[in-house]
């Protein structure tokens, strides 16, 4: 014990020579580098407003054609885009509706389209006035589309004869638009797809031959999980249209073509336009499933198969 406590000094001096003989080579201490701030994330205003159509979804964004009718004979404050062709505009229209044929006119005079107040939006059926107004919400329009278009929808109601006109319209108004969106929305008439999917739609009868011949395609079915459980096209996805449904986007193959299906075809376009604009290759069914509307048009309707 009394040669342990002899050591003691001895080793704390040496711990003490040791000590100062390091510190003094040692270099002087550098003050702490800053770090350098995170980057922000990139923002894309085209994939963030597609994803917000059904996120922020206030419904379908279609009226009927009766209550259409009625604003318009009231004289209602509104802006009417009709995409049909500039003949059949020509001929006769709804009164104060402006032509804009469907494809890059309807890009071309965005920046002419109010962002305020209603945007009334139809086509002949409704499918492609579904697809415009998809796109004109993306580009910050508050558009909706008349139910069934012109010929079933307006040419049907009782008395719309009074609503309509042959005198032209025109936009006056001058609004600012992101160039990401004009660019995608460019982008997007441009390129509406080659036959069979001309417009971003296929035939029943084109999708049929599809499904038989076994191509490499992906059909999503965008009804209610109910009526998608009576009885569906083999192999298709349910999707029920609606809001939240862009959380299931990222289930879908991105490298297949999709077919969707809805009820008339006015939601599948709908969907079909968030779809492409979000990159996926989509296109829908011409008059959708079954609607009695449609007539003898539409996947049921035309007689092809269903699976349970």
């Known amino acids: 014990m009394k040669r342990f406590l002899f050591l003691i000094p001895a080793l704390v001096a040496i711990a003490s020579v040791s000590f100062v003989s390091c510190s003094k080579e040692q270099p002087a201490a550098e003050a702490p580098k800053a770090e350098a701030a995170p980057s922000a994330p990139s923002v894309d205003p085209v994939e963030d407003a597609a994803n917000a159509y059904f996120a922020d979804f206030p419904g379908a964004r279609i009226i009927k ?17 009709d995409i049909r062709s500039a003949k059949d505009y020509e001929t ?8 804009l044929p469907w494809g890059p006119a309807i890009a071309d005079k965005l920046s002419s389209i109010p962002r305020s107040g209603q945007v009334y939006v139809y086509c002949y059926t409704g499918q492609t006035a579904g697809q415009a107004v998809a796109v004109l919400n993306v580009a910050g329009i508050p558009a909706q589309s008349v139910r069934y278009g012109f ?11 009074d609503a309509l006109t042959s005198d032209p319209a025109e936009l006056t108004g001058s609004f600012s638009v992101d160039p990401a969106v004009q660019a995608a929305v460019d982008a997007y008439f441009a390129d509406l797809g080659e036959p069979p999917f001309k417009n ?5 009868s084109d999708a049929a031959a599809v499904l038989e011949a076994g191509e490499d395609v992906q059909f999503v079915d965008v009804r209610s999980a109910e009526d998608y459980a009576a009885g569906h096209i083999e192999g298709a996805m349910n999707i029920p249209f609606g809001k939240g449904m862009q959380e299931s986007f990222a289930n879908l193959p991105s490298d297949k073509k999709l077919i969707v299906n809805c009820y008339s075809g006015q939601t599948a376009g709908q969907t079909v336009a968030i779809l492409n604009l979000l990159g ?3 296109a829908s069914i011409n008059s959708g499933m079954d609607t009695p509307l449609t007539g003898d048009k539409g996947w049921a309707n035309e007689g092809f198969p269903l699976v349970k």
């Open 92 to 99: 006769s229209h709804v009164r104060g509706a402006v032509n």
């Open 200 to 204: 971003n739609i296929i035939s029943a």
């Open 65 to 81: 054609e009766d209550a259409f009718l009625e604003k318009v004979k009231a004289g209602e404050s509104m802006t009417i885009l």
């Open 280 to 282: 996926y290759d989509a």
């Open 151 to 161: 010929v079933r929808g307006i040419g049907k109601v009782e008395g719309y004869e």
